[in-house]
């Protein structure tokens, strides 16, 4: 594989990824991490990606990832921070859970609690949780995303507003150094921060790779947040966020 090629096949991996480790772009493309950093310098410099400690990732902060790459990315992670977030939820809980693939595997883990009290703005949560008999489910109004079955705008907030929940779980698409939460729709991070302002506990739910990753539109800020849950620790800059706050840190 030369060169042109390997930038190639990087390209393809970030746009699945969204992020890659070094270590894994050594394994995929077989060659020294010499040369992958040579590679990710030399794409930097053309602006073709951001470059980032122990990776890269593309320069998209305006565009998501289509929402069937993103409920494949990282699966199995997820679903560990998943079952960790489903633990923290007591039996007879009331509860926000907002719009994302990791949320989504949250509530296939909180099936086995019982009398939970829901209320979300995300489709695909709603149907999984109304099988559940003894579940109550409420859909917040507003209007559907097509791409992923995300209700978001003015509506969902006011809707949102109405509640004073025990807990809020939330995803986010990327955490910047400072600890700012940024997401991609400005009305989805309305929503998002109305469901804070409406809680009692937040709870974000965030892979590693989200620490890398850029977006546009400022969602808020962690110390906002009561706990993060991920699957490793941090990088030191938000650890030192989270213990000036008394953020309560799960590694999933």
């Known amino acids: 594989m030369n060169q042109t090629q390997r930038h190639e096949k990087i390209v393809g991996l970030l746009k699945q990824h969204g992020f890659m480790s070094i270590d894994d772009l050594v394994t995929a493309c077989a060659v020294t991490p010499q040369t992958i950093r040579r590679d990710l310098n030399q794409m930097a410099e053309a602006n073709v990606l951001s470059r980032y400690h122990g990776g890269a990732g593309l320069n998209r902060s305006w565009e998501n990832t289509p929402y069937q790459q993103r409920k494949a990315q990282n699966e199995g992670v997820k679903n560990r921070i998943a079952k960790a977030v489903a633990q923290m939820i007591p039996d007879g809980a009331s509860l926000f859970i907002n719009i994302g693939t990791t949320t989504e595997l949250i509530a296939q883990h909180l099936l086995n ?36 079955g995300g209700i978001i705008g003015e509506a969902t907030c006011d809707f949102i507003s109405q509640f004073r929940m025990d807990y809020g779980i939330i995803g986010i698409s990327g955490i910047s150094a400072d600890g700012a939460l940024l997401d991609f729709d400005f009305r989805e991070v309305k929503v998002s921060q109305a469901i804070i302002q409406n809680t009692e506990t937040t709870i974000l739910a965030a892979d590693y790779s989200k620490f890398e990753r850029r977006a546009m539109v400022e969602q808020g800020h962690l110390s906002q947040v009561d706990f993060l849950v991920c699957d490793q620790r941090p990088p030191d800059q938000i650890m030192t966020i989270i213990d000036e706050h008394e953020i309560g840190f799960i590694e999933a």
């Open 113 to 148: 609690h019982k009398n939970l009290h829901v209320v979300t703005n995300n489709i695909h949560v709603a149907t999984l949780l109304s099988s559940k008999e003894d579940f109550s489910v409420i859909i917040a109004a507003g209007e559907v995303r097509y791409r992923d």
